[in-house]
């Protein structure tokens, strides 16, 4: 178990998922300063856009953020994802997604 009680030092790594090659630098700049990756937590990014718009690949921009910009990135940091782990510690990828609230129901 690590010590939580040291400091730590973060660093700021621009990520837009709307660009497939912002995502490839990413992992550029990633791969420069971390050598291991424990977890990947993929968030879903965008919802309900009042006004439809595109990616700059030209992808509809929910689908381009929430679900390629995903799947990139996965793919791309899935070689260090698996050599990080261990049969007794696996590193792991968890992707979560949001659903809208229902309506309220008038009964």
């Known amino acids: 178990m690590p010590n939580l009680t040291q400091p730590v030092e973060l ?6 998922l709307a660009s497939l090659k912002s995502v490839r630098s990413f992992k550029e700049s990633f791969d420069e300063v971390c050598q291991q990756l424990d977890t990947l ?18 992808y509809e921009y929910q689908f381009g953020v929430n ?17 990080s782990g261990s049969g007794a510690d ?3 990828a968890a992707g979560q997604t949001l659903r809208a609230p229902l309506p309220a129901r008038e009964d």
């Not at 660093?11 to 837009?16: G, V």
């Not at 679900?67 to 050599?83: P, S, V």
């Open 11 to 16: 660093r700021y790594l621009p990520l837009d």
């Open 41 to 58: 937590i993929l968030n879903a990014g965008v919802m309900a856009l009042p006004e439809r718009k595109q990616t700059e690949d030209g």
């Open 67 to 83: 679900h390629l910009g995903h799947f990139l990135l996965t793919n791309l940091l899935m070689d260090k994802l698996a050599a």
């Open 90 to 92: 696996p590193s792991r």
